[in-house]
């Protein structure tokens, strides 16, 4: 569909009004898009539901939008990978509304839009394009095995001087790599532990 190629229409997961539970911004209130589609394929993704973006219908920006100021400044544009889409007419919108805009991405997709901040999770099997490194507020590696933390200094080796330095245990492993997580970032203290708070709250 033409409306979707151009970004004025997309493919709405769902949208909902929450505490962002990870990274710098965690504790805070924000409204998320969740936007379908990703082909990135993490075998421990836990909203695979997103993966296919035929499954959810497509949804004017305009609308998308105008729910979303009825809860929040903030507003965090997730998926999925929303970057398989032109985040250009979203952010415009957001903006002509005075809210502030952050993405989640594995930046596997050249960036569009135009973002406050900007969470890159770096993924294996799909890597980020180079120019979105310079770009990342925060760098958010999700640590499965201990493979992870050589991945982890191999991303971090690209990002700027002021990007913030995440390492998250992925929830189904996390009693497994949380000590081993804690035990690196001592060890290598420029590293930050990231926790999915919103899962021990409880809280989408």
Known sequence: MALVDQGLMLPLMEAFYTIQ???FH??????????????????????????DAERHPPSAVEAIVSEAARYSDTIVVTGGEPLTWNMEPLTQALKA????????????????????????SPKKNKLPVPEIYPLAHELKVIVYNRHDLKFAEEQAAQVGPDCILY???????????TPLIVDYVMQNPRWRVSLQTHKYLNIP
Do not use: N
Not at 97 to 120: N, Y
């Open 26 to 51: 965690k504790g805070t209130a924000a409204y998320f898009i969740r936007v379908g589609g990703c082909d990135v394929g993490c075998h421990w993704c836990d909203v695979k539901e997103s993966w």
């Open 167 to 177: 390492l998250q245990p992925e929830w189904s492993v996390r009693e497994k790599v």
């Open 97 to 120: 509304r005075g809210m502030k805009t952050h993405i989640e991405t594995s930046g596997a997709f050249p960036l569009s839009g135009h973002w406050d901040w900007i969470c890159l």
């Open 21 to 23: 539970g990870e990274g």
